[in-house]
């Protein structure tokens, strides 16, 4: 699988972003999506996931009642709508897929992932 983030731009705090993440091959619904960012200087965290079908989600606690994780499973792409976002949420997004039954929100459970897309929140 290979995968390719866009959405990434710079925005004021308040403001919002819609990242989307483009996955390659036939067998994009057999994989739990993960969303995942890195700031400068810090470890990698976790973000969002979903399920195969999409009806299942996950949030980090920083991110939760403001984000929003979805999929298109007929277009091969999953979404994180950001919105109310902070300065605090400045980082390199990354989305990453698993081939395992369930969601998870430890970044060594995921097999694939995309390059990255830079997400700076002015303050």
């Known amino acids: 699988v290979q995968l390719q983030a866009s959405g990434g731009g710079l925005v004021q705090a308040g403001g919002f972003l819609r990242l989307s993440c483009a996955a390659s091959?036939?067998?994009?619904?057999?994989?739990?999506m993960g969303w995942f960012r890195q700031a400068p200087g810090k470890e990698r965290e976790f973000v969002a996931a979903i399920s195969f079908s999409g009806v299942n989600t996950y949030y980090g606690d920083s991110v939760k009642g403001r984000f929003t994780i979805s999929r298109d499973n007929a277009k091969n792409t999953v979404y994180l709508q950001m919105n109310s976002l902070k300065p605090e949420d400045t980082a390199v997004y990354y989305c990453?897929?698993?081939?395992?039954?369930?969601?998870?929100?430890?970044?060594?459970?995921?097999?694939?992932w995309g390059q990255g897309t830079q997400v700076t929140v002015s303050s």
């Open positions: 990453a897929a698993a081939a395992r039954t369930y969601s998870s929100i430890t970044k060594g459970d995921y097999d694939y």
């Open positions: 091959g036939r067998t994009f619904s057999r994989y739990i």
